[in-house]
């Protein structure tokens, strides 16, 4: 049994994102090393930063949630990225400087899934080798999507889409749950799929509605390569061929408007219902609501007050066979 009454602290460890435009094509080269991802794919995916002036939202969603959690938990809040400043291993390194000997960690991203899960872990394990000596003890909580304040806080961002919605249309509106596609060599061997449409479901009985889908979003595999299906853009064409009229789209699989959001949900799909002839609403993403910042404080306060965490284990979501891009947190 671990001596958890030692936590000194807490630490946010995002997926990272570019502030600047200068900053794009390091960010993603930083993403995608020692993957097979031909050039051309980074420079398509850089035009999708480009087109919101090289600027990721995500790290000021970090910075708003870190400032939530400060107010809500009995232990200082750090932040470090896996891809981009502040990196983690600066980060382990100042927490080393102000005397911290061991740390909770807390992954942007609510699901298991080898990206959103086992790869936080793999990313702090090397980000603690860099630094070496004196280096905290970092254990990191499990994905939180079973959590029912987070299950609250989602059902209160779907409500406003919602209500969105002409109320005499409103029941018969299809509510799209969406979530970052993964490969289905890496579904098998993590409960993502599941933990998605468990949380779906409860949302959906939370706001009182049951025209609802889960579908994916932002794939980035070759063609030949089986991801989760099917993907927004069908979905849309479907439902429309199907006599629906009002859409919300939830992007339940992720946690701020990042990137993947903003392009694949505000603008391609967005534009795709509109040429349609779909009304399309997009729900906002938790972000830093009142509701999760509460559900993450119990989790560190529990911790900090010598309850035995539920850590992640270290052999928890393994990879599949090869190392394709995944949901980011």
């Not at 909580?141 to 005499?168: C, I, K, N, Q």
């Not at 060599?185 to 933990?195: H, I, R, V």
Request: hydrophobic share 40%; aromatic share 6%.
């Amino acid at each position: 049994m671990r001596d958890q009454a030692n936590y000194q602290a807490a630490v946010v460890v995002g997926f990272g994102g570019p502030e600047q435009t200068a900053d794009v094509i390091p960010f993603l080269e930083n993403v995608l090393r020692g993957r097979n991802v031909p050039r051309e794919r980074l420079l398509q995916v850089a035009e999708h930063y480009y087109h919101f002036g090289g600027k990721s939202p995500i790290n000021d969603h970090c910075r708003e949630l870190v400032a939530a959690l400060a107010n809500e938990t009995p232990l200082p809040v750090y932040w470090g990225n896996r891809n981009w400043h502040p990196l983690l291993a600066d980060t382990l390194r100042q927490m080393a400087a102000d005397g911290v000997q061991r740390a909770l960690a807390i992954a942007t991203s609510a699901y298991a899934s080898y990206s959103g899960c086992r790869q936080y872990l793999d990313d702090i394990a090397k980000a603690r080798a860099e630094v070496g000596a004196d280096v905290p003890i970092i254990d990191k909580l499990p994905p939180f999507s079973g959590h029912p304040l987070f299950v609250e806080a989602m059902a209160d961002r779907v409500r406003a889409a919602l209500d969105e919605v002409p109320e005499e249309r409103r029941a018969a509106a299809r509510l799209v749950y969406t979530a970052h596609s993964i490969p289905m060599s890496m579904a098998s061997t993590c409960p993502y799929e599941e933990q998605l449409v468990a949380t779906a479901s409860a949302v959906a009985g939370k706001v009182g509605h049951d025209e609802w889908d889960l579908v994916w979003q932002s794939r980035s595999g070759p063609p030949s390569q089986p991801w989760l299906e099917p993907d927004i853009l069908d979905q849309l064409r479907r439902l429309a061929e199907d006599g629906v009229q009002d859409v919300v789209a939830a992007p339940i699989g992720f946690l701020s408007d990042h990137m993947e959001v903003l392009y694949d949900l505000d603008v391609e799909a967005a534009a795709l219902a509109r040429e349609l002839g779909l009304n399309f609403v997009r729900a906002a993403t938790v972000g830093a609501h009142p509701l999760l910042i509460r559900a993450l404080g119990e989790l560190i306060g529990e911790c900090a007050g010598g309850k035995e965490p539920a850590v992640c284990a270290p052999d928890c979501c393994p990879p599949p066979p090869a190392r394709p891009s995944g949901p980011r947190g």
